[in-house]
């Protein structure tokens, strides 16, 4: 028997704190790549990895949230906690990857290119072994044109997020960029989600292992979600992003007097030296009269 798939159980609530989280994730990841390539001082590895951990965070955040409002109405959902905690673990070192890649061999096409396929394959990798970590009480199939488009989309949406994470810088503009990163994102999860049919057993018991989603992944959720908001803490008070790369683009006044500075005892060296010869060169003296 076909089961009855509602995604949208708590209407636009899910969907909406879904986008909202992978925004959130996207922005910071952004603002943390930026943070380094302002100064050349800054901790990269640091910097990437955290923005590599907010954007990971973010798109795992993302797609459990969207989860809570799924449901087969003829049949219970159970989650594999051990599943469900890999698929943050392949999120987060996926995009480190990419990130690294752009962040230490720069933003060339093949670079782009390169980090942009295993970064997009790595979100698809998580959405699908979230979705490994779904218990019920049938079979789950998959449509293999919509999972082909929900790869596709990954891979385009990381591959704009790097390119974006390196090229633009402004505050306004990355807050732009992590909004159309987060409707590709987002879009990406239901993409992959309207690929999912499920046929249920004739059973109407069974006892499968796994937790509830209100016992699992709603604590579980709590961790990335505070992860997140300590990022943001980090970046709002971080002084070079607060200022900008106007501000820290100028030459500081320590630069400045440090500087060399031409040597005031080498000014006017040829007048110095005319005037210490005077007194004892002849042609200094005065002009010769020839009527005396």
Request: hydrophobic letters at 50%; charged letters at 10%.
């Amino acid at each position: 028997m076909e089961g009855t798939i509602d995604g949208f159980r708590y209407g636009a609530v899910t969907p909406v704190a879904a986008y909202l989280m992978a925004c959130l994730g996207g922005a910071l990841g952004l603002r943390c790549i930026v943070r380094t390539l302002l100064s050349d001082q800054s901790w990269k590895a640091g910097w990437l990895a955290l923005g590599a951990a907010s954007i990971g965070c973010g798109i795992w955040t993302m797609h459990f949230i969207a989860m809570i409002g799924f449901q087969v109405v003829e049949t219970r959902i159970r989650y594999n906690a051990g599943l469900t905690v890999l698929s943050l673990v392949v999120a987060i070192v996926v995009v480190g990857i990419g990130v690294f890649i752009v962040g230490y061999r720069g933003a060339s096409t093949l670079n782009l290119s390169v980090a942009g396929v295993i970064t997009g394959l790595g979100v698809a990798a998580m959405h699908y072994l979230g979705m490994a970590a779904l218990h019920l009480n049938g079979t789950i199939r998959y449509d293999a044109t919509a999972v082909a488009l929900s790869v596709v989309i990954a891979i385009v949406a990381a591959t704009a997020a790097l390119w974006a994470a390196v090229t633009i810088r402004g505050f306004m503009t990355s807050l732009g960029a992590s909004l159309i990163m987060g409707v590709a994102v987002t879009g990406m999860h239901y993409t992959g989600m309207s690929a999912v049919s499920v046929h249920v057993h004739s059973r109407t018991g069974g006892s499968w292992a796994g937790d509830s989603p209100s016992s699992l992944l709603l604590p579980m959720l709590l961790g990335p979600v505070i992860f997140l908001l300590l990022a943001g803490v980090v970046v709002m008070f971080d002084p070079l992003l607060v200022l900008g790369d106007g501000d820290w683009s100028r030459p500081s006044a320590s630069t400045e007097s440090t500087a060399p500075q031409p040597d005031p005892l080498f000014e006017n060296q040829e007048d110095r030296v005319v005037h210490a010869r005077a007194p004892q060169d002849p042609q200094w003296a005065a002009p010769h009269n020839p009527h005396r």
